[in-house]
C-alpha cells in the first residue's frame, strides 16, 4: 500500500501560479502511476493530469493543456502538479491518487489510494 498526502494549495489571483506536491509513504512509489483530479464547490470530481511510473508518459485533461504540468521524483517519493495562468474554474480541491499499474489512465476507479486533498482557489 502507499499513502499520499497533499500539499501546496492555497489563494492565488487569476493568471499566477501554483505547485502542489504529493508525498508518498510506505510501498515502493515507482510501482504506481500517479494521477491528480479535483472537484470543485457542486460538482463531481474530475480527471486533471496522470504520469506514468518512470514519469516517461503523461496525460492531461483539455481544460489543463498547456497550464499544467506534471512531474515526479521517485527518488524523493514525490509528484507534482505546476498549475500555470490559473483562472476561476481552476478553484477546486485537488487530489493526489495512485495505483499499481503502468499505463497512464483518466478513469477515477482505476486508482486505489487517495489523499485528503489540498484546496486551490483563484480569484478573479
Known amino acids: 500500500q502507499v499513502q499520499l498526502v497533499e500539499s501546496g494549495g492555497g489563494l492565488v489571483q487569476a493568471g499566477g501560479s501554483l505547485r502542489l506536491s504529493c508525498a508518498a509513504s510506505?510501498?515502493?512509489?515507482?510501482?504506481?502511476?500517479v494521477g491528480w483530479f479535483r472537484q470543485a464547490p457542486g460538482k463531481e470530481r474530475e480527471f486533471v493530469a496522470a504520469?506514468?511510473?518512470?514519469?516517461?508518459?503523461?496525460y492531461y485533461s483539455d481544460s489543463v493543456k498547456g497550464r499544467f504540468t506534471i512531474s515526479r521524483d521517485n527518488a524523493k517519493k514525490s509528484a507534482y502538479l505546476q498549475m500555470n495562468s490559473l483562472k476561476p474554474e481552476d478553484t477546486a480541491v485537488y487530489y493526489c491518487?495512485?495505483?499499481?499499474?503502468?499505463?497512464?489512465?483518466?478513469?477515477?476507479?482505476?486508482?486505489?489510494?487517495w489523499g485528503q486533498g489540498t484546496p486551490v482557489t483563484v480569484s478573479s
Open positions: 504520469i506514468s511510473r518512470n514519469g516517461g508518459g503523461t
Open positions: 510506505g510501498r515502493t512509489f515507482t510501482y504506481y502511476v
Open positions: 491518487a495512485a495505483f499499481d499499474g503502468y499505463n497512464v489512465y483518466a478513469a477515477e476507479g482505476q486508482y486505489d489510494y
